[in-house]
Nanobody, 115 residues
Framework: QVQLVESGGGLVQPGGSLRLSCAAS????????MGWYRQAPGKQRELVAT???????NYADSVKGRFTISRDNAKMTVYLQTNSLKPEDTAVYYC?????????WGQGTQVTVSS
């Protein structure tokens, strides 16, 4: 059974940082492309960042230069380092694992940026 468990969310002031983690189990992690998506209230889920099995990364324009995605295949974990957070970054952040026709999602972790 595949599980993706996110952690690291919370309340942070504008300009602050958080490190999100997504621990995977039940899959051959190194084969999977991993990604972070987010969904703000009343909005559609949107791509934040992805990292391929090769290590190639991709970012939404809104987070380039502020967020960094990375992965540790030995720990079966993907990370999202979020810096210079803005109120508009407030959302539930979801972890995604994708390989061929396999597509899995975590339950999400809330990030709230507010003073």
């Amino acid at each position: 059974q595949v599980q993706l468990v996110e952690s690291g969310g919370g309340l942070v002031q504008p300009g602050g940082s958080l490190r999100l983690s997504c621990a995977a189990s039940g899959l051959t992690f190194s084969n999977y492309g991993m990604g972070w998506y987010r969904q703000a209230p009343g909005k559609q889920r949107e791509l934040v960042a992805t990292i391929r099995s090769s290590g190639t990364t991709n970012y939404a324009d809104s987070v380039k230069g502020r967020f960094t995605i990375s992965r540790d295949n030995a720990k079966m974990t993907v990370y999202l380092q979020t810096n210079s957070l803005k109120p508009e970054d407030t959302a539930v952040y979801y972890c995604n694992a994708r390989y061929l026709w396999h597509d899995y999602w975590g339950q999400g972790t809330q990030v709230t940026v507010s003073s």
